[in-house]
Protein backbone atom coordinates (compact mmCIF):
# COMPACT_ATOMS: atom_id res chain seq x y z
CA UNK A 1 0.00 0.00 0.00
CA UNK A 2 1.76 3.00 -1.55
CA UNK A 3 0.40 6.10 1.41
CA UNK A 4 2.92 8.53 -0.47
CA UNK A 5 3.21 8.92 -4.32
CA UNK A 6 4.67 10.41 -6.73
CA UNK A 7 3.06 10.03 -10.01
CA UNK A 8 5.38 11.12 -12.41
CA UNK A 9 8.89 9.26 -12.70
CA UNK A 10 10.11 12.15 -14.82
CA UNK A 11 10.24 15.60 -15.79
CA UNK A 12 12.71 17.75 -18.20
CA UNK A 13 12.85 21.68 -17.51
CA UNK A 14 15.04 23.90 -19.18
CA UNK A 15 17.48 26.07 -17.35
CA UNK A 16 15.89 28.97 -15.68
CA UNK A 17 12.48 28.04 -15.76
CA UNK A 18 10.78 26.84 -12.97
CA UNK A 19 9.97 22.78 -11.91
CA UNK A 20 6.93 22.10 -10.18
CA UNK A 21 6.97 18.73 -8.57
CA UNK A 22 4.26 17.22 -7.03
CA UNK A 23 3.05 14.45 -4.57
CA UNK A 24 0.18 12.90 -3.05
CA UNK A 25 -0.78 11.02 0.14
CA UNK A 26 -3.48 8.80 1.61
CA UNK A 27 -2.70 8.88 5.30
CA UNK A 28 -4.17 11.94 7.08
CA UNK A 29 -2.19 10.99 10.07
CA UNK A 30 0.75 12.55 8.24
CA UNK A 31 1.58 15.89 9.76
CA UNK A 32 5.05 16.62 8.37
CA UNK A 33 6.32 16.68 4.96
CA UNK A 34 9.83 16.53 3.42
CA UNK A 35 11.57 16.78 0.45
CA UNK A 36 14.71 14.89 -0.71
CA UNK A 37 17.18 14.98 -3.28
CA UNK A 38 19.55 12.13 -4.18
CA UNK A 39 22.30 11.36 -6.79
CA UNK A 40 23.10 7.87 -7.87
CA UNK A 41 24.68 5.54 -5.52
CA UNK A 42 24.73 8.00 -2.34
CA UNK A 43 22.23 8.43 0.26
CA UNK A 44 19.30 11.18 -0.16
CA UNK A 45 20.05 14.64 1.71
CA UNK A 46 17.24 17.05 2.95
CA UNK A 47 15.98 19.60 1.14
CA UNK A 48 13.02 21.33 2.56
CA UNK A 49 10.09 20.32 4.76
CA UNK A 50 6.60 21.49 5.86
CA UNK A 51 4.15 21.08 8.99
CA UNK A 52 0.97 20.35 8.17
CA UNK A 53 0.16 23.79 10.14
CA UNK A 54 1.41 25.53 7.41
CA UNK A 55 0.84 25.78 3.50
CA UNK A 56 3.74 26.86 2.53
CA UNK A 57 7.39 26.99 3.54
CA UNK A 58 10.01 28.90 1.23
CA UNK A 59 14.09 28.40 1.21
CA UNK A 60 15.55 30.46 -1.48
CA UNK A 61 14.91 28.86 -4.75
CA UNK A 62 12.82 25.98 -3.31
CA UNK A 63 9.22 26.25 -1.87
CA UNK A 64 6.79 24.00 -1.06
CA UNK A 65 3.33 24.27 -1.14
CA UNK A 66 0.78 21.55 0.96
CA UNK A 67 -3.05 21.37 0.70
CA UNK A 68 -4.15 19.44 3.28
CA UNK A 69 -7.71 18.89 2.12
CA UNK A 70 -6.60 17.90 -1.16
CA UNK A 71 -3.66 15.86 0.26
CA UNK A 72 -1.49 16.64 -2.09
CA UNK A 73 2.46 18.83 -2.06
CA UNK A 74 4.16 20.15 -4.05
CA UNK A 75 7.71 21.40 -4.39
CA UNK A 76 8.52 24.61 -6.91
CA UNK A 77 12.27 25.18 -7.91
CA UNK A 78 12.66 28.27 -9.60
CA UNK A 79 14.95 29.05 -11.65
CA UNK A 80 15.96 25.89 -12.39
CA UNK A 81 19.47 25.33 -12.39
CA UNK A 82 21.63 21.86 -14.10
CA UNK A 83 22.97 21.27 -10.63
CA UNK A 84 19.45 20.84 -9.43
CA UNK A 85 19.49 17.27 -11.89
CA UNK A 86 18.47 14.57 -9.41
CA UNK A 87 15.58 12.06 -8.11
CA UNK A 88 13.53 14.20 -5.96
CA UNK A 89 11.77 11.89 -3.02
CA UNK A 90 8.68 13.21 -1.48
CA UNK A 91 8.33 11.98 2.44
CA UNK A 92 5.80 12.20 5.09
CA UNK A 93 5.80 10.73 8.82
CA UNK A 94 3.31 10.67 11.26
CA UNK A 95 3.65 11.03 15.06
CA UNK A 96 5.11 7.26 15.44
CA UNK A 97 8.02 8.50 13.66
CA UNK A 98 7.05 6.11 10.28
CA UNK A 99 8.49 8.19 7.39
CA UNK A 100 7.25 7.15 4.21
CA UNK A 101 8.73 7.89 1.02
CA UNK A 102 7.06 8.08 -2.50
CA UNK A 103 8.78 7.12 -5.65
CA UNK A 104 10.52 9.64 -6.99
CA UNK A 105 10.68 11.73 -9.71
CA UNK A 106 13.71 11.84 -12.12
CA UNK A 107 14.35 16.02 -13.05
CA UNK A 108 16.27 16.74 -15.46
CA UNK A 109 17.53 20.61 -16.22
CA UNK A 110 18.80 21.16 -19.58
CA UNK A 111 21.23 24.00 -20.37
CA UNK B 1 32.04 14.93 11.82
CA UNK B 2 28.79 13.13 12.70
CA UNK B 3 27.18 11.09 10.38
CA UNK B 4 26.02 7.27 9.43
CA UNK B 5 28.47 5.25 7.96
CA UNK B 6 27.49 2.03 6.19
CA UNK B 7 29.58 -1.04 5.48
CA UNK B 8 30.15 -2.55 2.86
CA UNK B 9 29.50 -0.52 0.24
CA UNK B 10 29.52 -3.32 -1.94
CA UNK B 11 28.06 -6.97 -1.53
CA UNK B 12 27.82 -9.95 -3.36
CA UNK B 13 25.83 -12.78 -2.30
CA UNK B 14 25.29 -16.48 -3.20
CA UNK B 15 21.71 -17.61 -3.01
CA UNK B 16 21.09 -19.46 0.25
CA UNK B 17 23.47 -17.20 2.14
CA UNK B 18 22.37 -15.09 5.15
CA UNK B 19 24.18 -11.45 4.80
CA UNK B 20 24.87 -8.69 7.29
CA UNK B 21 24.42 -4.49 6.55
CA UNK B 22 26.14 -2.51 9.18
CA UNK B 23 24.82 0.56 9.89
CA UNK B 24 26.90 2.85 13.12
CA UNK B 25 25.61 6.62 13.72
CA UNK B 26 27.40 9.02 15.94
CA UNK B 27 24.73 11.53 15.68
CA UNK B 28 23.45 10.49 19.51
CA UNK B 29 20.35 9.90 17.58
CA UNK B 30 17.66 7.71 19.11
CA UNK B 31 15.35 6.28 15.82
CA UNK B 32 17.15 4.48 12.91
CA UNK B 33 15.39 3.09 10.02
CA UNK B 34 16.16 1.29 7.00
CA UNK B 35 15.02 1.43 3.66
CA UNK B 36 15.47 -0.43 0.34
CA UNK B 37 15.70 1.33 -2.97
CA UNK B 38 14.70 -0.71 -6.14
CA UNK B 39 14.43 1.39 -9.66
CA UNK B 40 10.83 2.74 -9.98
CA UNK B 41 9.98 2.42 -6.72
CA UNK B 42 11.51 4.54 -4.60
CA UNK B 43 12.34 3.89 -0.63
CA UNK B 44 10.29 1.44 0.69
CA UNK B 45 10.01 0.86 4.67
CA UNK B 46 11.77 -2.21 5.98
CA UNK B 47 12.08 -1.90 10.14
CA UNK B 48 12.43 1.42 12.26
CA UNK B 49 13.71 1.38 15.81
CA UNK B 50 12.88 4.48 18.25
CA UNK B 51 14.61 3.30 21.43
CA UNK B 52 17.36 0.66 21.77
CA UNK B 53 16.16 -3.06 22.29
CA UNK B 54 13.02 -2.36 20.37
CA UNK B 55 12.41 -2.25 16.64
CA UNK B 56 9.10 -2.30 14.07
CA UNK B 57 8.07 -3.81 11.18
CA UNK B 58 7.94 -1.67 7.78
CA UNK B 59 6.01 -2.40 4.72
CA UNK B 60 8.72 -5.53 3.75
CA UNK B 61 9.98 -6.78 6.24
CA UNK B 62 10.06 -10.30 5.53
CA UNK B 63 12.88 -11.80 4.93
CA UNK B 64 14.68 -9.97 7.06
CA UNK B 65 15.69 -9.31 10.51
CA UNK B 66 17.26 -6.76 12.61
CA UNK B 67 18.82 -5.88 16.15
CA UNK B 68 18.93 -3.20 18.06
CA UNK B 69 21.21 -3.65 21.34
CA UNK B 70 23.48 -0.08 21.09
CA UNK B 71 22.28 3.47 20.28
CA UNK B 72 24.61 3.93 17.82
CA UNK B 73 24.16 0.65 16.15
CA UNK B 74 21.38 -0.96 13.70
CA UNK B 75 22.61 -4.14 11.14
CA UNK B 76 20.27 -5.34 9.08
CA UNK B 77 20.99 -9.34 8.34
CA UNK B 78 19.17 -10.14 4.76
CA UNK B 79 18.20 -13.81 5.00
CA UNK B 80 17.95 -16.85 2.57
CA UNK B 81 14.00 -16.25 3.09
CA UNK B 82 14.18 -12.73 1.11
CA UNK B 83 13.30 -13.84 -2.37
CA UNK B 84 14.73 -11.21 -4.35
CA UNK B 85 17.56 -9.68 -1.95
CA UNK B 86 19.73 -7.62 -4.60
CA UNK B 87 18.84 -3.87 -3.84
CA UNK B 88 20.24 -0.59 -2.90
CA UNK B 89 20.05 -0.39 0.95
CA UNK B 90 19.64 2.67 2.98
CA UNK B 91 19.93 3.55 6.46
CA UNK B 92 18.54 6.34 8.01
CA UNK B 93 18.59 8.24 11.61
CA UNK B 94 16.95 11.04 13.27
CA UNK B 95 16.88 12.14 16.62
CA UNK B 96 13.86 12.31 18.64
CA UNK B 97 10.91 9.76 18.77
CA UNK B 98 7.57 11.91 17.57
CA UNK B 99 7.77 15.23 15.89
CA UNK B 100 9.08 17.09 12.76
CA UNK B 101 12.44 15.01 11.94
CA UNK B 102 14.55 14.77 9.36
CA UNK B 103 16.46 11.70 8.32
CA UNK B 104 19.97 11.81 7.95
CA UNK B 105 20.85 9.13 5.56
CA UNK B 106 24.01 6.86 5.19
CA UNK B 107 25.64 6.41 1.84
CA UNK B 108 24.18 3.26 0.68
CA UNK B 109 25.26 -0.44 0.57
CA UNK B 110 24.53 -2.30 -2.76
CA UNK B 111 23.68 -6.43 -2.50
CA UNK B 112 23.96 -7.96 -5.41
CA UNK B 113 23.22 -12.05 -5.36
CA UNK B 114 24.58 -13.68 -7.57
Known amino acids: DQQVKQNSPSLSVQEGRISILNCDYT??????FLWYKKYPAEGPTFLIS?????DKNEDGRFTVFLNKSAKHLSLHIVPSQPGDSAVYFC??????????FGAGTRLTVKP | DGGITQSPKYLFRKEGQNVTLSCEQN?????MYWYRQDPGQGLRLIYY???????QKGDIAEGYSVSREKKESFPLTVTSAQKNPTAFYLC?????????????FGAGSRLTVL
Open chain 2, 92 to 104: ASTEGVAGANVLT
Open chain 1, 27 to 32: NSMFDY
Open chain 1, 50 to 54: ISSIK
Open chain 1, 91 to 100: AASAFNNDMR
Open chain 2, 27 to 31: LNHDA
Open chain 2, 49 to 55: SQIVNDF
